[in-house]
């Protein structure tokens, strides 16, 4: 779709891959943000309205964890879905519609166990620890792992949730951290006469300083949970979730330029000086999101479809 061809990976010109760029290329395509480039308008395409989504997590490939008392990334990432879920920061996308005038909900659906049809058919989450589609992958076998996880009985088949594919710092992800930091797309091959929306968001431990808002805003090592490549994970969650659910089939809100609501404020964290997390392994950073359960997290802004039309962390 050449509307988004600035967001889809030039070597898979097959697949509509809308990615989070790294700070480096959004700097180079900062126009992007500029007056005149942020108009975001509906094209007539599908949105994940009515009854809240509901998000399932593939771990791929083994789970770190690191000394003590740093957290593991799991337990950061499963925190930070269910602190968002019903949190301000992602019910910025309630101000996005169908072509009915149906609002996507305020919140989706999250529950960090993992999932059994038999025994626990609530759970979003799937450990898919062997790397069944092996440790090198691409954005052709990302359709895979999902589709795994669903034939294997390790998720359900569910036309209304997004599947995140979170993969460990051993697997090594074509192109990540040089062109894209996550990104997100749909698919009717995973199964079949249904469209399956997913999004890849790799975990860059240590290694990918051009992903991480707080070493490419604010030039700090120390990230907010302590451990950097999940800290640098929640950032393209809500970017990738905020997409997803706004723009599923990459033919509903995005600008004249292809940008979408999570483009538009990618490494925007809010005006003026943060606070910094004031004990724990990352004492120190800054942060912006302090959960009502007591975490804290440096995650992009969103852009409001309703005035104030602005980079938000919240609504009016």
């Not at 070597?11 to 942020?38: C, I, M, W, Y």
């Not at 990352?282 to 039309?309: C, D």
Request: hydrophobic letters at 35%.
């Amino acid at each position: 779709m050449t509307a988004i061809a600035a967001g889809v990976l030039a070597a898979d010109p097959t697949l509509n891959l809308v990615v989070k760029e790294t700070f480096e290329q959004h700097q180079v395509h900062s126009d992007r943000g500029k007056s005149g480039s942020t108009q975001i308008t509906y094209h007539g395409g599908a949105v994940m309205t009515g009854a809240p989504v509901k998000v399932y997590l593939i771990y791929y490939g083994a789970l770190v964890t690191p000394a003590p008392p740093v957290p593991s990334t799991e337990t950061v990432v499963n925190q930070f879905f269910s602190d968002l879920s019903n949190a301000a920061p992602y019910a910025v996308n309630s101000t996005y519609y169908d072509a009915s005038g149906a609002k996507i909900a305020g919140s989706f659906y999250f529950n960090p166990i993992a999932y059994s049809a038999s025994g626990s058919p609530t759970g979003s989450l799937y450990f898919d620890a062997a790397a069944s589609q092996g440790t090198s992958i691409g954005s052709h076998t990302v359709p895979s792992i999902v589709q795994h996880a669903i034939k294997s009985g390790g998720l359900p088949v569910d036309s209304n949730g997004v599947y995140f594919v979170l993969t460990g710092p051993e697997i090594k992800v074509s192109g990540f951290c040089k062109s894209f930091c996550a990104y997100h797309t749909s698919s009717t091959s995973i199964s079949p006469g249904m469209k399956i929306r997913y999004a890849l968001v790799p975990d860059p431990g240590q290694a990918c300083t051009g992903c991480d808002g707080n070493y490419s805003n604010y030039n700090q090592t120390v990230t907010p949970n302590g451990n950097q490549g999940a800290d640098e994970m929640t950032d393209s969650i809500i970017h990738e979730l905020s997409e997803t659910v706004t723009d599923p089939d990459i033919s509903a809100w995005y600008t004249a330029s292809g940008a979408e609501n999570g483009d538009l404020c990618n490494y925007v964290y809010g005006s003026g000086t943060l606070p910094r997390v004031p004990t724990g392994p990352g004492t120190g950073a800054y942060y912006n999101f302090a959960s009502a359960t007591g975490h804290y997290y440096l995650i992009q802004e969103i852009w409001s479809n309703v005035a104030p039309q602005a980079c938000l962390s919240k609504l009016p």
